[in-house]
C-alpha cells in the first residue's frame, strides 16, 4: 500500500485516471500506463508527454455508451512522470515494473520549425505476471485452455508533429487549474493527484479529485494531437481492459490511414480480434489472415476463433465446419511454429479430443 500511495500521489508521479467513483490511490486499476517525460536538449520533452498523458487519459471510459450489457472496465489510469527515461526498451520496462505500471509510452523530441516531433514507442512491460494475463486470450475447449498473447510487445510509431503553440499550454498536469463552472480562467486550485474523468465536453472535463471535490478543467487544442502514437495506444489499452468495442474502432483507425506505418499489420489483425470478442463474428479475422497469409499471430488468431466458435456450436455440423477450418489450418502452416511451441502443442491436443 505503501509503494502504491507514493506512486499515485508523490510528485515524481501524477495519475489521471476514468472512473465515475471517488478519486483514491487505493483504487482497483485494470491497465495502468507509464508516460514518463520524453527526452529533450530542452523543457519540450516535459510538454510533450504531459499533452501526451492527457490526450490518452481523455480516451478512459469505465463503460460503453449505450451499455446493454451492463459492462464495467475498472478504472483506466495514466501515470505522468517527471523522470526522463533513457533511449532504451530495457530502461522504461525497468521504470514501467517500479511503477506496476502495464504499458509505457516513451520515446525523444526534437525542435523542428514551428512545431515539435515526437519519436514515440509503447512497451508492454515484461516479467511482469499481471501484465501477462491481461495479453491473454484464453479459449477452452474440452479440457484443454488455449493462451494466444499480443503479437509483439515493442512498438516504434511514425513521427508525431505538435504545434509549440498547443505543447506550450502543458508543461505539467498539475500546472492545470480546477475552476467551478467552464472557464479558460479561474483563480481555483491547481489539481490535484490522483483525480478522475467524470466527463469530457469538448475543450472541458469534470473532473473529480482526491478529496471528493469536483471541478472543470480547461484543455485547449487537446485534440490536435491526434495520429497513430494516440490511437494504437489507446487501442491496446482499451483492448487490455476488454473494451473491444472502442479498440476496434482505434486499431481500425490505425489500419485505414494511408501513412507509411510500422504498426499497420498488428493493427489489422488486433482490430479483427477486437471486432471477434466483441461478438462481431469471424469474417474480419479471415480477411486480415487472407492479406498476410504467413503471420503466425494471424493463423493462431483465425484457429483460435474457430475453436472458439466449436466450443459455443449449438448443432454438431457447425462445430465440425469450425474445428475443419482449425486443422486445415494448422496443417498448411504448421511449418511457422515450433514443434514443442506451446501453443501449437495445446490446439493440437484440442483437435485430437474432438475425434
Known amino acids: 500500500m505503501r509503494r502504491q500511495k507514493i506512486v499515485c500521489c508523490a510528485i515524481a508521479f501524477f495519475c489521471l485516471l476514468a472512473a465515475g467513483l471517488p478519486a483514491r490511490c487505493a483504487d482497483r486499476v485494470s491497465v495502468r500506463t507509464l508516460v514518463p517525460t520524453f527526452s529533450s536538449n530542452t523543457s519540450l520533452g516535459a510538454n510533450a508527454s504531459t499533452v501526451l ?3 490518452l487519459w481523455t480516451t478512459l471510459r469505465p463503460r460503453p ?5 451492463d459492462l464495467y472496465f475498472g478504472s483506466g489510469q495514466i501515470e505522468w512522470s517527471e523522470r ?3 533511449n532504451s526498451p ?9 511503477t506496476g505500471s502495464d504499458l509505457a509510452l516513451w520515446g525523444g523530441v526534437e525542435e523542428y520549425g514551428p512545431g515539435i516531433v515526437v519519436l514515440a514507442n509503447l512497451l508492454v512491460v515484461r516479467n ?22 499480443l503479437p509483439n510487445t515493442n512498438y516504434q510509431f511514425s513521427p508525431l508533429v505538435l504545434a ?14 480546477v475552476c467551478e463552472q467552464k472557464s479558460p480562467d479561474c483563480a481555483g486550485r491547481r489539481l490535484g493527484s490522483p483525480f478522475r474523468s467524470i466527463r469530457i465536453d469538448g475543450d472541458y472535463a469534470l473532473v473529480r479529485q482526491p478529496s471528493g471535490a469536483t471541478g472543470w478543467v480547461f484543455l485547449p487544442d487537446l485534440s490536435k ?3 497513430e502514437v494516440i490511437d494504437f495506444t489507446a487501442a491496446l489499452i482499451s483492448y487490455l481492459r476488454g473494451d473491444f468495442e472502442q479498440a476496434e474502432r482505434l486499431f481500425s483507425r490505425v489500419r485505414d490511414s494511408q501513412t507509411d506505418s510500422l504498426v499497420h499489420n498488428d493493427a489489422l489483425l488486433l482490430a479483427a480480434v477486437s471486432r471477434f470478442r466483441l461478438g462481431d463474428g469471424i469474417d474480419g479475422l479471415r480477411s486480415a489472415h487472407e492479406q498476410n497469409p504467413y503471420s503466425r499471430f494471424g493463423v493462431q488468431a483465425l484457429v483460435m476463433a474457430n475453436i472458439s466458435l466449436a466450443q459455443a456450436a449449438q448443432s454438431g455440423e457447425s462445430r465440425a465446419a469450425s474445428l475443419k477450418e482449425a486443422g486445415s489450418l494448422i496443417e498448411a502452416y504448421r511449418h511457422l511454429f515450433p514443434d514443442t511451441d506451446p501453443w501449437l502443442v495445446g490446439v493440437i491436443r484440442s483437435l485430437r479430443s474432438s475425434n
Open 84 to 86: 526522463v527515461t533513457e
Open 164 to 177: 509549440k503553440d498547443v505543447t506550450a499550454k502543458y508543461s505539467r498536469p498539475n500546472q492545470i487549474t
Open 53 to 55: 498523458a492527457l490526450r
Open 128 to 149: 511482469r505476471p499481471a501484465t501477462d494475463d491481461l495479453q491473454k486470450w484464453v479459449v477452452n475447449y474440452r479440457d484443454q485452455q488455449i493462451e494466444l498473447r
Open 90 to 98: 530495457e530502461a522504461a520496462n525497468q521504470m514501467a515494473l517500479e
Open 65 to 69: 455508451n449505450p451499455n446493454p450489457k
Open 225 to 227: 494531437a491526434q495520429g
